[in-house]
Nanobody, 127 residues
């Protein structure tokens, strides 16, 4: 059974930092692409950062230079370091695993490419 469990969300002031973690189990972590998505109230879910099995990363323009996605294959865990947070970063953040090992996030971080999702962790940034 595939499981993804996020943690690390919280409330911070603008300019602050948070580190999200996603503990996974039930699939071959090291070969599948992974990503962080977010969804704010009234908005569509959007991909913010993705990482392929080989460690190649990609980011949405809105977070480039501020967010860093990483993974630890030994711990089957995915991370998102978020620096210089802005109020517009406030959202529920979800980690996700691709539906097939051949999928790559280099073609774009599309929710339709992901089969497995965590329950989300809330990030709130105040001005």
């Amino acid at each position: 059974q595939v499981q993804l469990v996020e943690s690390g969300g919280g409330s911070v002031q603008a300019g602050g930092s948070l580190r999200l973690s996603c503990a996974t189990s039930g699939f071959t972590f090291r070969v599948y692409c992974l990503a962080w998505f977010r969804q704010a109230p009234g908005k569509e879910r959007e991909g913010v950062a993705g990482i392929d099995g080989d460690g190649t990363t990609t980011y949405d323009d809105s977070v480039k230079g501020r967010f860093t996605i990483s993974k630890d294959n030994n711990k089957n865990s995915l991370y998102l370091q978020m620096n210089d947070l802005k109020p517009e970063d406030s959202a529920m953040y979800y980690c996700a695993a691709c539906k097939e090992s051949v999928v790559t996030v280099m073609a774009g971080i599309r929710s339709t490419d992901f089969r497995y999702w965590g329950q989300g962790t809330q990030v709130t940034v105040s001005s």
